[in-house]
């Protein structure tokens, strides 16, 4: 069956360290991969979106890789700060292009003072 | 300002009373999409459109309708509302044709049916 996982346990990281968040997919075969940004309560944010022959993206703290021989995809944020305490949502886009986005079920990280 | 508009915000009803959600768009998107976010589900998508008059099925179409009669509306209808319809629903619309392809999502509807 197709499955998109993201770890459902909170992922707790004190101030200033790396976050890295991990989501792994089977029996997808993604054009393009997307990272999601949402705070309790709103609706999802876009952050990035990298394509199925990239392997790294990068926007200011952020960085995604893609491994489409692993299916996984890593997404870091650098010198993490409390305001980046939020559920991040890998979404996966499949089938016929991108009208049809299958989104993980999100983890959530907490970055403490 | 750039953005998706759903009304209500919050909606409190009874089975079988027949609701509307609204959502629009003020940047032009010729697509559209209806999510619904579960807990441990996550969001899932209900229908989309590729345009006006466009409409398809998302994965979990079941007791829900759409119409798309003008590029900037995407109004998802309940007919005949269940409790297994509470759930907290998310409209969302995107650039075609520029090779950007992230979604830009509404504030979100809470929806209670009892």
């Known amino acids: 069956s197709q499955k998109i996982e993201q770890n459902s346990e909170a992922l707790n990281i004190q101030e200033g360290k790396t976050a890295t968040l991990t989501c792994n997919y089977t029996?997808?075969?993604?054009?393009?991969l997307q990272w999601y940004r949402q705070d309790p309560g709103r609706g999802p944010v876009f952050l990035l979106l990298?394509?199925?022959?990239?392997k790294e993206k990068r926007k200011e703290r952020l960085k995604v890789t893609f491994d489409t021989t692993l299916k996984q995809s890593l997404f870091h944020i650098t010198a993490s700060q409390p305001a980046d305490s939020a559920t991040y949502l890998c979404?996966?886009?499949?089938?016929?292009?991108?009208?049809?986005?299958?989104f993980g079920t999100g983890t959530r990280l907490l970055v403490s003072p | 300002e750039a953005q998706v508009t759903q009304n209500p915000r919050y909606l409190i009803t009874v089975t079988g009373k027949k609701l509307t959600v609204t959502c629009s768009q003020n940047?032009?998107?010729?697509?559209m999409s209806w999510y619904r976010q579960d807990p441990g589900l996550g969001l899932r998508q209900i229908y989309y459109?590729?345009?006006?008059?466009?409409?398809d099925k998302g994965d979990v179409p079941e007791g829900y309708k759409v119409s798309r009669k003008e590029k900037r509306n995407f109004p998802l209808i309940l007919e005949s509302p269940s409790p297994n319809q509470t759930s907290l629903y998310f409209c969302?619309?995107?650039?075609?044709?520029?090779?950007?392809?992230?979604?830009?999502f509404g504030p979100g509807t809470r929806l209670t049916v009892t």
């Open positions: 029996n997808y075969s993604p054009a393009y």
């Open positions: 979404a996966l886009a499949v089938n016929t292009g991108f009208q049809k986005l299958v």
């Open positions: 969302a619309s995107t650039p075609t044709g520029t090779g950007r392809y992230e979604q830009y």
């Open positions: 459109s590729m345009n006006v008059e466009v409409t």
């Open positions: 940047m032009n998107h010729e697509y």
């Open positions: 990298i394509r199925e022959n990239e």
